[in-house]
């Protein structure tokens, strides 16, 4: 760059004599040397190549003179300039030396004197020349404002030169040593490699030296904000890159330090072995993006960071989960029903629809069918006929209790961004089974609850619906889980508290409890076997024969599953252990005797409870479902001096009540057929109680046993022994039918009830839903109008009165 090299040049004094301000300029003709891209100065030395034909000309033919007029070209592309081509104020120029190149081109040094306009062209070929008048600068008076000015120009050329990476820092010292304004412009501008040509030609035309003053100084202090706008820029910029890596830096260190302490390998390890789980989950493509995505991150987190286990729990949630692992293979139907009898005694028709069902998902394996809801009383059963349906089919079996869930979280998770946050029970309890089709038991269905911590009974919706479940979405997990080849069985001791929309989704299977023949021979084969293995004894330790399992059912439980006999017959075998423990080794037959020394006295008689009650006229034994199972109601009238009132007391619900003002109506109205006097309720007020008064009781199906009890009450007839009923009456006095009439009747039966009185229209219930031998001992009395459960329940002759004084007399003093 010629201004550079010339700039370290240290311009010659001019021996040109200073012509005094005003004085006429010297007019002369010199030879015009046009000159691309550059500005000579005066005092300045540029060194030329000269290539033009007609330049190399001017330089051959200059003789001693040597001075020529360097001028500018307008355009620098030109190559053959003419006299309009050229600005038209140039420098005069002596030339010092000229050496030629090897390629015809010439190398000449110039200096520059004197500023000259170019007046006119005296020759054009083969060069120009050109009269030219010298401009006189004229130098301003040396005021403050001057020489202020003058020290900003050095102090800002100082600036860019010290701040400049290619200005030589000689230049400070030179633009220093320079006194008059002048030339300190002159050289300022000719130093400065930024200015442009058209720039540095302005300056070359303003001959006042004030002007040009003004003019650079501009110019560097322009040239100086554009250099601290680059610095800030490239400083920013560095900034970023060296933050960036000192972190790379500080992180490589850590991981140098970890190493040494042995840490990284772990965390490196784990990581891949997270890899390892993730690929031999065979999860959805989806799911597995996102678990790569999660593990890209924490690969990229310090183990030290608090996200780092939280992250990681996630990830190995992901990866354990059996999203694709499943343990089961065709339903094998006859393998299925051996293992339900293997593990079950009776429930025929219960076995029967599991198989059934069953054999639809042998089938249609994708069959999207109900879920399976097992109802009835405590200890029938249920659990375990899950569990024996999972064995049966191959399958892991896994059970959530949802009494008392009241969290939806519970069973759904909590998001992860909660501190602590755990998926919920159902995607817990598949980490926990490993495959994706286990049986899975959601038991007592009807004790959820729900409150202002969400409603588990919409989570378990989505879970039970056979049409959403397929992509289940726990809250922690926040990926969608196929719960489709999940078999759910939900159990229920009752159907009344199960929210509506979940029970539509169910099939319902009914449970209901064992007679006591049926509990014997469950103890024979089930409870008794596995009590005495329990319990560390042998079968040939111990004998329990039937009539004592019997006995123990009827006088110490009193319970329509065989939970509590069960845990007797437990006790039972402990008291063998310890006395084998103590010594003995003779084999024990558990008699009656044997049972009464073990277990205490007897616990529940009902029938003489039943014969107790009802020696007395006005008392009627009814039957009642609970969810328990069934259970006998006694219903008690009593009579007293008044005036016609009716009170009725033992929690008794609205319908119940109804009930008994309908039962009173048709007694009233019916009092001459009955035998009875005038009004019955003149002189007197009537109270019906149903003890337990402390149970709330709700239903119509208690109408007959009113009638009954007050007819008896009125009549002074105590009922038959023995004897109980159900059923809803009308006030024209027909019976209708009512429900639960397998655990009433088992119930009754239980009680020891010999016969039992039940509407007609629920004969065929009773043939289809009971077996011969549980119908067995009771006799089953049908009938559609009161008149004939009167005929029924009460004595009608003295003869059959003291019959059934003599009965009862027998049975309360039957002392067991
Ligand atoms: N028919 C049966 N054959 C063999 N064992 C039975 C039978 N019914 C019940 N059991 C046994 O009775 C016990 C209690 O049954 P389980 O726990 O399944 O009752 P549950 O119906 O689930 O009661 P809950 O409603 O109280 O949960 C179990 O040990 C079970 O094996
Ligand atoms: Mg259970």
Redesign the pocket.
């Known amino acids: 760059m010629p201004g550079e090299f010339l700039s370290i040049i240290q311009p010659s004094d001019s021996k040109e004599p200073k012509r005094a301000a005003g004085e006429s300029p010297a007019r002369r003709t010199l030879p015009v040397l046009p000159v691309r891209d550059t500005v000579l100065f005066p005092h300045a030395v540029l060194p030329l190549t000269v290539g033009r034909e007609s330049s190399v000309q001017l330089i051959q033919s200059l003789g001693e003179e040597k001075q020529i007029l360097v001028v500018a070209q307008r355009d620098a592309r030109q190559d053959s300039p003419g006299p309009t081509d050229l600005h038209t104020v140039g420098t005069v120029a002596t030339v010092h030396k000229v050496v030629k190149m090897p390629n015809q081109s010439l190398f000449v040094f110039t200096e520059g004197t004197e500023r000259a306009r170019l007046c006119e062209y005296t020759q054009t070929t083969p060069f120009h020349c050109a009269e030219c008048d010298i401009l006189t600068e004229s130098e301003p008076e040396l005021t403050p404002e001057v020489e202020a000015l003058q020290r900003n120009l050095v102090a800002q050329f100082q600036q860019i030169v010290g701040a400049s990476p290619t200005l030589s820092d000689d230049l400070q010292a030179i633009a220093l040593n320079i006194d008059e304004p002048g030339r300190l412009t002159d050289f300022v501008a000719s130093s400065l490699p930024f200015l442009s040509t058209m720039e540095k030609q302005e300056l070359l035309e303003t001959p006042d030296v004030a002007a040009r003053m003004d003019r650079v100084h501009k110019l560097l202090a322009k040239e100086l904000e554009v250099q601290q706008l680059r610095n800030k820029i490239q400083s920013e910029v560095q900034d970023s890159v060296q933050q960036s890596q000192r972190d790379f830096y500080l992180r490589e260190q850590l991981k140098a330090i970890q190493k040494e302490l042995g840490d990284l390998d772990d965390s490196q390890k784990d990581s891949e072995d997270l890899k390892e789980k993730i690929d031999a989950a065979d999860m959805p493509e989806d799911v597995k993006k996102e678990a790569l995505k999660e593990l890209g991150r924490l690969g990229r987190m310090s183990p030290m960071a608090a996200d780092y286990s939280l992250t990681r729990n996630y990830i190995e949630w992901l990866a354990v989960l059996p999203w694709s692992k499943s343990s089961g293979g065709e339903v094998d139907i006859a393998k299925a029903k051996a293992c339900l009898d293997e593990?079950?005694?009776?429930?025929k028709k219960v076995k029967e629809r599991i198989l059934d069902y069953l054999s639809v998902r042998r089938l249609k394996p994708d069959m999207k069918g109900p879920i399976l809801c097992?109802v009835?009383?405590?200890?029938?059963?249920?659990?375990?006929?899950g569990r024996s349906i999972a064995r049966a089919l191959g399958r892991k079996f896994s059970r959530i209790s949802l009494g008392g869930m009241h969290d939806e979280a519970e069973l759904r998770g909590h998001r992860r961004t909660y501190i602590g946050a755990l998926p919920g029970q159902i995607i817990q309890n598949l980490k926990r089974v490993e495959t994706n089709d286990p049986v899975f038991m959601l038991?007592?269905v009807d004790k959820l609850g729900s409150d202002f911590r969400g409603d588990p009974a919409s989570a378990l919706l989505e879970v039970l619906d056979p049409e959403q479940n397929n992509t289940f979405r726990d809250n922690y997990l926040d990926q969608p889980f196929d719960l489709s080849h999940v078999l759910f069985i939900c159990?229920a001791?009752q159907l009344d508290t199960v929210p509506a929309p979940l029970l539509d989704r169910m099939e319902i299977i009914d449970?209901t409890g064992?007679t006591e023949e049926?509990k014997v021979s469950?103890a024979e084969?089930?409870?008794v076997p596995?009590q005495i293995k329990e319990n560390g004894i042998t079968a040939e330790q111990i004998e329990i024969p039937a009539a004592s399992l019997g006995f123990i059912a009827r006088h110490y439980t009193r319970e329509a599953?065989?939970?509590k006999l069960?845990q007797l017959i437990g006790t039972v075998c402990r008291k063998q252990a310890r006395r084998m423990a103590e010594g003995s080794t003779d084999k024990l037959a558990v008699t009656e005797a044997v049972v009464r020394e073990f277990l205490g006295g007897i616990k529940v008689r009902v029938d003489t409870e039943i014969d107790e009650r009802t020696r007395r006229a006005g008392v009627a034994v009814g039957l009642a479902w609970t969810p328990a199972g069934g259970d006998v109601l006694f219903i008690e009238a009593s009579r007293m001096q008044g005036k016609g009132g009716l009170t009725i007391t033992g929690q008794i619900g609205d319908v119940m009540k109804e009930s008994m003002q309908a039962a009173l109506t048709w007694v009233r109205s019916n009092a001459a057929k009955l035998g009875l006097n005038g009004d019955i309720t003149r002189d007197s007020d009537l109270h019906i109680h149903v003890p337990a008064g402390a149970i709330p009781k709700d239903g119509p199906s208690a109408g007959v046993t009113m009638v009954t009890a007050l007819v008896s009450l009125l009549t002074d007839t105590p009922v038959r022994p023995l004897t109980a009923m159900t059923g809803e009456i009308t006030l024209s006095g027909n019976v209708l039918p009512v429900g639960g009439i397998k655990e009433k009747f088992l119930a009754a039966k239980r009680a020891g009830v010999r016969d039992v009185i039940l509407p007609i229209d629920v004969k065929t219930n009773v043939e289809e839903d009971l077996t011969k031998e549980q119908m067995e001992g009771v006799i089953i009395h049908y009938v559609s109008t009161i008149e004939s459960v009167l005929a029924v329940v009460l004595p009608h002759t003295f003869k059959e009165a003291d019959d059934d004084r003599a009965v009862r007399e027998t049975i309360l003093s039957a002392t067991l």
């Not at 009835?376 to 006929?385: C, D, F, M, N, R």
């Open positions: 593990d079950h005694y009776g429930l097992f009835g009383p405590p200890g029938v059963g249920k659990t375990s006929l038991d007592e159990t001791n449970l064992y049926e469950i084969q089930y409870l596995r599953g065989v939970r069960e």
